[in-house]
């Protein structure tokens, strides 16, 4: 292999049990931060279907390959938005896809800081979202999947880590 | 006394907004806040006229804030104005490689306003 090539190499990461409370402590964390909000614990989590028409996701590239996915319903978006704007009431279209994608960057970033081993080695893409909820995410890669259901407001928003094996 | 005049470039909208709501509650008495998207526009924006300090975000599309900073710094006019990357890269590298071509520091998202002060505030009083 061409030594320059070589060096980029990461090696992979793998998940273990420590993880989700992780990504349910950076997912908190932001919102605390940046929203002045606490977040709770969905209740009956492992009953519930995974929901909502807003989707922002980020990918994950080099020590851990994947993508850290929030959904929660356009309302709940919109609450968001105006939450981090500080003016819930004047909020325009645009902003609610963007507050979402931004804090679904900073909770993949803060999630990645605490993890040893993907600090410097794990690149974030540059974030997405998708509105609608008739779609299905079908991965090609065989992928473990990480999943924390919270509420906002008493609204479910979940977060989910998709890890390519 | 000259109020600052400073950049802000980040490619959401969102949070060029919430940096410069930070800044206020922070208590920085501002001038003129512009904003730019990328690195490109805001390399325009720096060829319009000078600026006192610029917060810049690192991973945007069209050119992300590694290569403003190296653009910006072959602009001799603003070869001088204090960086500061605000950033979700936690990556040592990114930060040392900003670092090492000019930037003054960095902040990493989430933030609070303090955390925005306690970065800004030695730089603004540099300048006056």
Known sequence: MNPVVASKVQAPVRPDATWTPLLEISSKEVFQIMLQTELSNLPFVGEQRISGDTTAMVGLAGALRGVLSIRCNSRTAERIAGRMLGSEEDVHPSEVPDALAEICNMVAGNFKAKIAGLVDNCMLSVPTVIRGDDYELVTIADVELITVGLTYEESPIWFCLAIHR | ?128
């Open chain 2, 1 to 128: 006394m000259k109020r600052p005049r400073i950049l802000i470039v980040d490619d959401s909208s969102v949070m060029r907004k919430i940096v410069e709501r930070s800044l206020r509650q922070a208590g920085l008495d501002l001038g003129e806040v512009v904003e730019a998207g990328n690195g490109i526009e805001a390399l325009t924006a720096v060829r319009e006229g000078v600026f006192d300090l610029i917060l810049s975000d690192i991973n945007m599309p069209a050119m992300d804030g590694i290569e403003f900073l190296r653009e910006l710094r072959t602009i001799e006019e603003a070869k001088g104005t204090p960086v500061v990357m605000v950033t979700t890269e936690g990556s040592e590298s990114r930060v040392v490689e900003a670092l090492s071509i000019g930037a003054k520091g960095y902040i990493r998202k989430p933030f609070t306003p303090d955390q925005i002060k306690e970065r800004v505030s030695p730089i603004l009083e540099v300048m006056r």
